[in-house]
């Protein structure tokens, strides 16, 4: 079976696209070709994968009126010719959303190559929301993206895959956990707090979560705040000394570590983010981005804050003191211990079982 899998742009949708790619292979005995962008992430994580992958031009689509907004159309219908030439061989293409995802689709209806869409956001993006009109399947992360998509689209919901790093965490916790403590600088026998906004960092959360360190009046607590590589040396400055040890990091190749060790973790609310704290356990604050499109990531965070694996702070309410006051509730060991288990209930570890599932029946 020959699969085109487009996964690009963002580490948030190339892993996914990894493991469900390798759920493929390795289960199905399928060849794997990725298409993305030349200068993206994928030209260096596909190949250290052991995946082979196809460029094709691609940009986002800008949603305000502009010169800008026309040249995403454009770009993607002139990629979509060079797309074809890649499906035309295919059993089946995959998308893994974004806008790399568009010239594969577009291509794969104009070849009449079975296409399956996964969507990772509780709020579907305008390309898949159109791509679904041709496509065989929609895999969800979430349930509540379903209503979303045109009535006629088949939906089914298979979970975000995740590395099979974070998905063996609750297996491996003791283990990953006194490792993450060698290899982080934690202190033992503290109940630590992860705060992290994703591979680039979010430096109003990191302000806010270094501020409230000064303010934390806890004997067995700790900080491991992930800055992003820009943001180290300010988040750093912020706290000369208090009541608990901080401890900043620019970025954490590992992520499984940081799950494992995690009693609590203050983060926004990617998809990705949410699929593997679910999948790890860890109860969480979620802080969504704000600016995120369609809203998206609240959206997220109220579907895992619904499950009762966590807890929302909406970013214009996010103080040092409003964070402070939110971890100290629920670092409560009772609330903790049931938010930790009901994140657990909504994880979905076998995703990229799932969807390779749905992958290879539409492949017939």
Do not use: C
Not at 108 to 134: D, M, S, T, Y
Not at 331 to 351: C, D, I, K, Q, Y
């Amino acid at each position: 079976m020959r699969v085109v899998l487009a996964a690009g742009g963002t580490a948030g949708h190339i892993f996914p696209g990894l493991a469900l790619a390798r759920r493929l292979r390795d289960d199905h005995g399928a060849q794997v070709l990725f298409v993305g962008r030349e200068g993206g992430q994928e030209a260096t994580l596909v190949p250290e994968a052991g995946f082979r992958l196809a460029t094709v031009e691609s940009r986002p689509f800008v949603r305000r009126l502009s010169p800008a907004a026309l040249a995403g159309p454009v770009a993607a219908l002139r990629a979509s010719r060079r797309a074809r030439e890649i499906v035309r061989a295919a059993d089946v293409a995959v998308g893994m959303g974004g806008y790399t995802s568009v010239p594969v689709a577009l291509a794969a209806w104009r070849e009449r190559v079975p296409l399956v869409l996964h969507e990772q956001n509780a709020v579907p993006g305008l390309a898949n929301r159109v791509a679904a009109r041709w496509a065989r399947a929609v895999a969800l992360s979430f349930s509540e993206a379903a209503p979303r998509f045109p009535r006629r689209a088949r939906t089914v919901v298979t979970g975000n895959p995740v590395r099979e790093a974070i998905a063996r965490i609750p297996r491996d916790r003791d283990a990953l956990a006194k490792e993450a403590r060698e290899e982080l600088g934690l202190e033992e026998g503290r109940r630590t707090v992860a705060v992290f906004g994703g591979s680039q960092g979010a430096l109003h959360l990191d302000r806010a979560a270094a501020d409230a360190a000064r303010l934390l009046d806890g004997s067995d607590l700790q900080l491991l705040i992930i800055t992003g590589p820009a943001h180290l040396e300010e988040v750093e400055g912020r706290f000369p000394g208090g009541p608990i040890p901080v401890r900043a990091v620019p970025f954490v190749d590992r992520m499984e570590l940081v799950y494992a060790a995690a009693d609590l973790a203050v983060a926004r609310a990617g998809a990705g983010t949410v699929a593997e704290l679910s999948v790890a356990g860890v109860p969480a604050l979620l802080v969504p981005y704000p600016y995120a499109t369609g809203n998206h990531q609240e959206a997220n965070a109220r579907a895992l804050q619904r499950a009762g694996g966590a807890a929302v702070l909406l970013d214009d309410q996010l103080t040092a003191e409003v964070l402070a006051e939110r971890m100290v509730e629920m670092l409560e060991p009772t609330r903790l211990a049931a938010m930790a288990e009901r994140s657990a209930s909504f994880g979905r570890p076998g995703a990229a079982g799932a969807l390779a599932r749905v992958v290879v029946e539409a492949a017939g």
